[in-house]
């Protein structure tokens, strides 16, 4: 039974950094994709980031790129993502995603078979 436990978001204002955890169970957190995706207020979901089952991290959307950084707690099976230079347009639920049984990883949030519930995360 694939488990995925969001936790860290909050407020902070415009340039603040936030970290969120993803405590994950049920599935090989170390070969496996996992990923994080957001939903803005009134917008669709969206990819922020990934993981493969080789650690790579090949794909990051222009809009977060040298701001976000995704990576493996492989010892706590613990996905993280380190959220630098906030901005108010990075307002929005966030949720961790995971691909058990594959390695590799796609943008379309329908390609994932298990979700977190989220966490909000509020600029200002």
């Known amino acids: 039974h694939v488990q995925l436990v969001e936790s860290g978001g909050g407020s902070v204002q415009a340039g603040g950094s936030l970290k969120l955890s993803c405590a994950t169970s049920?599935?090989?957190?170390?070969?496996?994709?996992v990923a994080w995706f957001r939903r803005p207020p009134g917008k669709t979901r969206e990819y922020v980031g990934w993981v493969e089952g080789d650690g790579s991290t090949p794909y990051l959307p222009s809009s977060v790129r040298g701001r976000f950084v995704t990576t493996k707690d492989k010892g706590k099976n613990t996905l993280i993502l380190q959220m630098n230079n906030l901005r108010p347009e990075d307002t929005a639920i966030y949720y961790c995603a995971a691909r058990s049984g594959w390695e590799y990883c796609y943008q379309t949030d329908y390609d994932y078979p298990n979700w977190g519930q989220g966490t909000q995360v509020t600029v200002s």
């Open positions: 049920g599935f090989d957190f170390g070969s496996d994709c």
